[in-house]
């Protein structure tokens, strides 16, 4: 197993010696360039961050690692969180490795079935609970004061510390900061901490800053509105979230790194994702996608120098939503078992 987000980045994280190097072997995910997209738009230097390689197929996995290290330190038992699939299907694996008891509460009908399936192999506790992952994420916050429980929701600022690793990767496999970053935009925590890895970095090492530009849906996208979304709505249920917690942190993002965060549609968001499957063999679930449809739109609009680095963060792997993958997608063609049929396809 690779060392872990902890082990490798100790210097950067608000551990200890005394801190468990707690790690499924996350981070250290590859930065594929772009061979058809890039080209098609004219951009050099187009890059996709695939976070989708994590141990629990998505980018959750790095924060997971650290807030978990320090529930453990602090003897929790229990680890608590509202999800709309990622967090607690990561939740859940950190709690059965570490074993500690993983309780996830979701809104009813807003999680994708892979993800659940996820949680309950690891042997999570779900509850289901009426509204929204806003409401849910209301109610597991009543109880985090309680010791025997740690609350691993982004709003746990551990979770923030870990995710900023990913940042760090980025210049280390660049070479320096990409111009441009895309993130899809949900809770708002990942946005939130790119941000903070390369101001850090930044500080410490001279590093250039780029300009981050998140992506909501149109049916979830509160920070483009500038007011809550009652009833979220999106075929991409990773960012379905109508109330972020990191609303504040993520503007700040934005306006310091002389950014956007703007909204894309469903359509745009799944042709995205049909176009990293099939031009770049990169397969991610819908939110995942949402980074590199709002490049698309930008692109588009010639709003995109097109000689310097660009990194589109890919947020989950595509087996996390399988229902979404079927969507458009064309019906298998049976054929007769004989060389004459098969020759007839090939042509």
């Known amino acids: 197993m690779t060392a872990g987000i902890i082990e490798r980045y100790a210097a950067y994280l608000p ?5 468990p190097r707690v790690t499924l072997g996350e981070g250290s995910t590859p930065l594929v360039r772009s061979s058809r ?17 994590n141990p629990s197929g998505s980018f959750k996995d790095r924060g997971m690692a650290l807030a978990t290290a320090r ?24 709690a059965a490795r570490c074993g500690l008891r993983a309780v996830v509460v979701v809104p009813a009908g807003g999680v994708a079935a892979g993800k659940l399936a996820q949680a309950l192999a690891y042997g999570a506790i779900i509850l289901i609970v009426k ?34 690793t990913a940042a760090f990767e980025i210049v280390e496999q660049l070479g320096r900061a990409p111009a441009e970053l895309y993130v899809p ?11 903070r890895g390369f101001c850090e970095l930044a500080r410490r090492s001279g590093a250039s800053l780029p300009a981050l530009h998140g992506a909501q849906a149109e049916g979830a996208a509160p920070l483009v509105g500038g007011r809550p979304v009652t009833r979220p709505r999106t075929v991409a249920s990773a960012i379905r979230i109508g109330n972020p917690a990191s609303w504040s942190t993520a503007i700040a993002a934005r306006d310091e790194s002389g950014g956007t965060i703007d909204a894309v549609s469903d359509a745009e968001i799944m042709a995205a994702h049909r ?19 709002l490049l698309l739109k930008r692109a588009a609009s010639s709003a995109i120098g097109n000689t310097e680095p660009i990194v589109c963060v890919l947020t989950g792997h595509g087996l996390k939503d399988p229902q979404a993958l ?22």
Request: aromatic share 6%.
């Open 37 to 53: 997209i890039g080209p098609a738009l004219g951009l050099d230097q187009l890059y996709f961050k695939y976070e989708g390689l």
């Open 185 to 195: 935009v949900g809770n708002a925590g990942n946005i939130t901490a790119y941000w």
């Open 15 to 19: 551990v200890t010696s005394a801190t």
């Open 275 to 293: 176009r990293l499957a099939r031009e770049e063999g990169l397969l991610v679930e819908p939110a995942s996608a949402a980074g590199v449809a």
């Open 71 to 94: 529930a453990v330190e602090a003897g929790a038992r229990t680890l608590l969180c509202a999800s709309t699939g990622n967090t607690s299907a990561s939740a859940s694996a950190y």
């Open 131 to 164: 509204g929204s992952f806003d409401r849910a994420l209301k109610l597991v916050r009543q109880v985090a004061d309680d010791p025997a429980v740690a609350l691993v929701n982004s709003v746990n600022p551990y979770r923030i510390e870990g995710q900023k």
């Open 326 to 347: 079927t969507r458009g997608l064309r019906v298998p063609r049976a054929i007769e078992p004989t060389l004459k049929a098969l020759r007839r396809v090939l042509g």
